[in-house]
């Protein structure tokens, strides 16, 4: 099994609202992330797992709260987003992130709209 | 911001003529990736080409890497209307440990029938 599957597909919510992306890999990758991308621009990386830890934060504001509860599932959890949030967010997932070998796998995303 | 710069922005073809899409980086690397993206959806990886390498093929591309000038090309032959997608090349420093991924801007390419 090769693919990294996201639920959900969409989601709209509220600036008040509370949600969770998901996102589920099979390969047994132990690294794991988490990008934004906006229309027309590349993905840009918000957090990496690195066996189940968190490794590597980019700066994200903390309304977005990763979590990593095993080394197959990486959830997003979002809470009281801007309407610039809006945006694809993609889920990836790579064996241990050797520089060599860092090919990633990507899910097909869950394109995010707040109103 | 981004490492990579990659041009064209855009490239509309006719079906079976060749793509060519060009990427520039400005830091030492430790390999350089492809990766295909087809409207709104998740990126495929293409290929990736180790800096001691200079050139990669996999089955209609063909990637080459010239690190004395910091540039790497994807030549797509024989075009199809399913190539039709945004093409991303990315980056690995050679000092980073975790092998992020610094992503160019990115080519839209249009396959018309």
């Known amino acids: 099994d090769t693919e990294v599957t996201q639920t959900p597909k969409h989601l709209v919510m509220g600036m008040t609202n509370k949600k969770s992306l998901k996102c589920e890999q099979h390969?047994?990758?132990?690294?794991m992330y988490w990008y934004k991308q906006k229309a027309k621009k590349p993905p840009e990386l918000m957090f990496v797992?690195?066996?189940?830890?968190?490794?590597i934060n980019e700066s994200v504001p903390s309304r977005f709260s990763p979590e990593c509860p095993n080394s197959s599932l990486l959830n997003l959890h979002l809470h009281a987003l801007q309407p610039e949030d809006s945006a694809l967010y993609l889920c990836?997932?790579?064996?241990?992130?050797?520089?060599?070998?860092?090919?990633?796998?990507f899910g097909p995303g869950t394109r995010l709209t707040v109103l | 911001s981004q490492q990579g710069e990659e041009d064209p922005q855009a490239l509309s073809i006719q079906e079976g003529e060749n793509a060519t899409m060009n990427c520039s980086y400005k830091?030492?690397?430790?390999?350089l990736q492809w990766y295909r993206q087809n409207s709104g959806r998740g990126l495929v990886h293409l290929i990736l080409?180790?800096?001691?390498?200079r050139e990669k093929h996999s089955g209609r591309l063909r990637v080459t890497l010239d690190t004395s000038k910091k540039s790497s090309s994807l030549l797509i032959t024989a075009s199809r209307a399913a190539d039709t997608a945004s093409y991303f090349c990315?980056?690995?420093?050679?000092?980073?440990?975790?092998?992020?991924?610094?992503f160019g801007a990115g080519t839209q390419v249009v396959v018309t029938p």
């Open positions: 990836a997932s790579s064996q241990v992130p050797w520089r060599n070998y860092n090919e990633q796998f």
């Open positions: 390969m047994g990758h132990r690294a």
């Open positions: 797992y690195s066996y189940e830890k968190l490794s």
């Open positions: 830091t030492s690397i430790n390999n």
């Open positions: 080409i180790r800096s001691n390498e």
């Open positions: 990315a980056t690995v420093f050679s000092t980073d440990s975790w092998g992020k991924l610094q």
